[in-house]
């Protein structure tokens, strides 16, 4: 390598650095080789470089992030380099080959050892935990594994409480959440790829699939819109959300994600996609439907009339949290002969006084309960579920002394509220959140009707929206009927023997019982 070339690099930054020497062959001089890994490196203080000699014979260097590695394993290794065996005390000093081949076969006491010949490979190696060490006059050096980072304990998700299944839940460490997922499925048949995101920060993303059963287009097309992101940096598995998905201007997730282990092994068995991201708890799952997003693997570990039950109760609570608040105002202001007239007038009666429209008083106490749960969430959790029941208790009973809700106002809010927190999905109920406010404007200004129409209109939306090329009302809009059997209620588990064929590869699908 030229002293030009060294000469003129300091004026470029360190990823340009990185890429200027990433197809360069690796020094033979140590000396050579240091100056490249200083230059783009920098003074970083938590990089080692340790010289030593290998048997006593050969000048060496060892190369490490300390704040990467396991340092016992490190020193052990160094000591194996260091001490010379037995059977070379009485040998001449060995040639360039032989030497690699002694240290890779005999002094090495690791599985995960391979030669780096490349410069770009070196650095990002060094930069991803690896230990490194290069030989005076080798030309090579040697990537063994001894990283180790500090993660957390694997413990039941806080976002997805269960009261009966599996208390597992995915961690920030990549390599812990594909453990989880393969040792649910000890079957070849289970896929990974792997993928780096992220200009800066080299994001590590992993592709799970089933092979046979997942369409080979859709893991294509996932693959692809992965690849496809630019970004300096991906953090969170929702960087990944923000771009693969196909309606980005939609309130309604096109992505599901979740924190359980189960729930993904579940959704790779029917024919879907999880991808997972290095640093982030929360795995993605493709395509999406929308019936997915009031489902819970609980209702696979009960028996079928509970959980058919229970997953009736959750759209009935979610219809109900989207159009309540909304039907309210119409009816009190448009259309109160809809109601019965001693329901009527004890209504009236509690509206006396209250000097806002109602619509205005709804939207008030709407925007309230927002704050409210917003500043609980932020609270440290010692004190934030003691203020979200003492704040609504004195809100409510506050706004109705001070003649600024009703009574029946704070009842319907409140409603609303719990039927919003029976929605498993979080972006789901977060999205039906959104909704209520227009709703309620609407209705506001043209009562019965205006529900109807902006009903109309989400409907229209949910029919045209997909999640990768999958109708987002599937299996209801079009029809399949044996999705039915796991849609609004969920069919015994012997019934449910078959994939429904709106989700399995064209390959595989079933020819009985049609679509229309």
Same mark, same amino acid.
């Not at 470029?12 to 140590?30: F, H, K, M, V």
């Not at 160094?78 to 690699?100: C, V, Y």
């Not at 009190?332 to 008083?361: H, Q």
């Given at each position: 390598?030229?002293?030009?070339?060294?000469?003129?690099?300091?004026?470029?930054? #360190?990823?340009?650095?990185?890429?200027?020497?990433?197809?360069?062959?690796? #020094?033979?001089?140590?000396?050579?080789?240091?100056?490249?890994?200083?230059?783009?490196?920098?003074?970083?203080?938590?990089?080692?470089?340790?010289?030593?000699?290998?048997?006593?014979?050969?000048?060496?260097?060892?190369?490490?992030?300390?704040?990467?590695?396991?340092?016992?394993?490190?020193?052990?290794?160094?000591?194996?380099?260091?001490?010379?065996?037995?059977?070379?005390?009485?040998?001449?000093?060995?040639?360039?080959?032989?030497?690699?081949?002694?240290?890779?076969?005999?002094?090495?006491?690791?599985?995960?050892? =391979?030669?780096?010949?490349?410069?770009?490979?070196?650095?990002?190696?060094?930069?991803?935990?690896?230990?490194?060490?290069?030989?005076?006059?080798?030309?090579?050096a040697f990537k063994f594994g001894a990283r180790k980072i500090e993660q957390r304990a694997i413990e039941q998700p806080q976002t997805e409480q269960v009261v009966q299944g599996a208390r597992e839940g995915f961690i920030e460490q990549l390599h812990t959440n594909l453990s989880l997922l393969r040792y649910r499925l000890p079957t070849p048949s289970f896929r990974i790829l792997i993928c780096e995101v992220g200009e800066y920060t080299k994001t590590s993303v992993a592709i799970c699939y089933m092979e046979g059963i997942a369409d080979p287009k859709l893991v294509s097309e996932a693959e692809n819109r992965i690849r496809a992101i630019r970004l300096d940096g991906v953090l969170d598995a929702g960087y990944i959300e923000q771009f693969i998905e196909d309606h980005h201007y939609s309130p309604f997730p096109q992505v599901m994600n979740t924190e359980k282990p189960d729930k993904a092994v579940a959704n790779l068995l029917e024919g879907r996609i999880v991808i997972l991201t290095d640093g982030s708890p929360f795995?993605?799952?493709?395509?999406?439907?929308?019936?997915?997003?009031?489902?819970?693997?609980?209702?696979?570990?009960?028996?079928?009339?509970?959980?058919?039950?229970?997953?009736?109760?959750?759209?009935?609570?979610?219809?109900?949290?989207?159009?309540? #608040?909304?039907?309210?105002?119409?009816?009190?202001?448009?259309?109160?002969?809809?109601?019965?007239?001693?329901?009527?007038?004890?209504?009236?009666?509690?509206?006396?006084?209250?000097?806002?429209?109602?619509?205005?008083?709804?939207?008030?106490?709407?925007?309230?309960?927002?704050?409210?749960?917003?500043?609980?969430?932020?609270?440290?959790?010692?004190?934030?579920?003691?203020?979200?029941?003492?704040?609504?208790?004195?809100?409510?009973?506050?706004?109705?002394?001070?003649?600024?809700?009703?009574?029946? =106002?704070?009842?319907?809010?409140?409603? =609303? =509220?719990?039927?919003?927190?029976?929605?498993?999905?979080?972006?789901?109920?977060?999205?039906?959140?959104?909704?209520?406010?227009?709703?309620?404007?609407?209705?506001?200004?043209?009562?019965?009707?205006?529900?109807?129409?902006?009903?109309?209109?989400?409907?229209?939306?949910?029919?045209?929206?997909?999640?990768?090329?999958?109708?987002?009302?599937?299996?209801?809009?079009?029809?399949?009927?044996?999705?039915?059997?796991?849609?609004?209620?969920?069919?015994?588990?012997?019934?449910?023997?078959?994939?429904?064929?709106?989700?399995?590869?064209?390959?595989?699908?079933?020819?009985?019982?049609?679509?229309?």
């Amino acid at each position: 390598m030229s002293n030009d070339k060294l000469q003129t690099s300091p004026n470029l930054n #360190p990823e340009q650095l990185l890429a200027r020497y990433a197809g360069e062959s690796c #020094p033979a001089s140590l000396s050579q080789l240091l100056e490249i890994v200083r230059l783009i490196m920098g003074s970083s203080d938590d990089l080692v470089i340790r010289t030593f000699y290998i048997y006593g014979r050969y000048e060496a260097v060892m190369l490490y992030i300390n704040s990467l590695v396991n340092q016992q394993i490190t020193d052990q290794q160094l000591q194996s380099f260091m001490t010379l065996p037995e059977w070379l005390s009485g040998t001449d000093k060995l040639g360039p080959e032989a030497l690699k081949q002694t240290l890779l076969n005999k002094t090495v006491h690791l599985s995960e050892i =391979t030669v780096v010949s490349r410069m770009g490979d070196l650095i990002n190696m060094l930069l991803n935990g690896k230990t490194i060490v290069a030989v005076e006059g080798l030309g090579e050096a040697f990537k063994f594994g001894a990283r180790k980072i500090e993660q957390r304990a694997i413990e039941q998700p806080q976002t997805e409480q269960v009261v009966q299944g599996a208390r597992e839940g995915f961690i920030e460490q990549l390599h812990t959440n594909l453990s989880l997922l393969r040792y649910r499925l000890p079957t070849p048949s289970f896929r990974i790829l792997i993928c780096e995101v992220g200009e800066y920060t080299k994001t590590s993303v992993a592709i799970c699939y089933m092979e046979g059963i997942a369409d080979p287009k859709l893991v294509s097309e996932a693959e692809n819109r992965i690849r496809a992101i630019r970004l300096d940096g991906v953090l969170d598995a929702g960087y990944i959300e923000q771009f693969i998905e196909d309606h980005h201007y939609s309130p309604f997730p096109q992505v599901m994600n979740t924190e359980k282990p189960d729930k993904a092994v579940a959704n790779l068995l029917e024919g879907r996609i999880v991808i997972l991201t290095d640093g982030s708890p929360f795995a993605l799952i493709i395509p999406a439907v929308f019936g997915q997003f009031f489902q819970t693997t609980e209702d696979y570990a009960t028996r079928f009339l509970q959980g058919s039950f229970v997953r009736m109760a959750r759209v009935i609570a979610l219809v109900f949290s989207l159009v309540f #608040p909304s039907l309210y105002v119409a009816i009190i202001s448009f259309n109160p002969e809809l109601i019965p007239t001693e329901f009527a007038v004890a209504v009236a009666g509690g509206r006396a006084g209250v000097p806002f429209p109602s619509f205005v008083e709804v939207l008030i106490m709407e925007i309230s309960m927002e704050v409210l749960r917003e500043a609980s969430i932020r609270l440290p959790q010692q004190v934030g579920g003691a203020l979200s029941i003492v704040g609504v208790l004195v809100v409510g009973q506050s706004a109705v002394a001070a003649g600024f809700a009703s009574p029946i =106002t704070v009842v319907v809010i409140a409603l =609303t =509220t719990i039927g919003s927190f029976a929605t498993p999905a979080y972006n789901a109920a977060f999205a039906l959140r959104m909704l209520r406010f227009p709703l309620i404007l609407i209705a506001g200004m043209l009562g019965v009707y205006g529900v109807v129409i902006g009903l109309i209109l989400i409907a229209n939306h949910l029919l045209t929206i997909k999640s990768f090329g999958m109708p987002y009302l599937s299996p209801a809009v079009p029809v399949h009927f044996r999705g039915w059997r796991d849609f609004l209620i969920r069919a015994p588990l012997w019934i449910l023997k078959k994939k429904p064929s709106y989700r399995q590869s064209r390959r595989y699908e079933d020819k009985e019982e049609g679509t229309a």
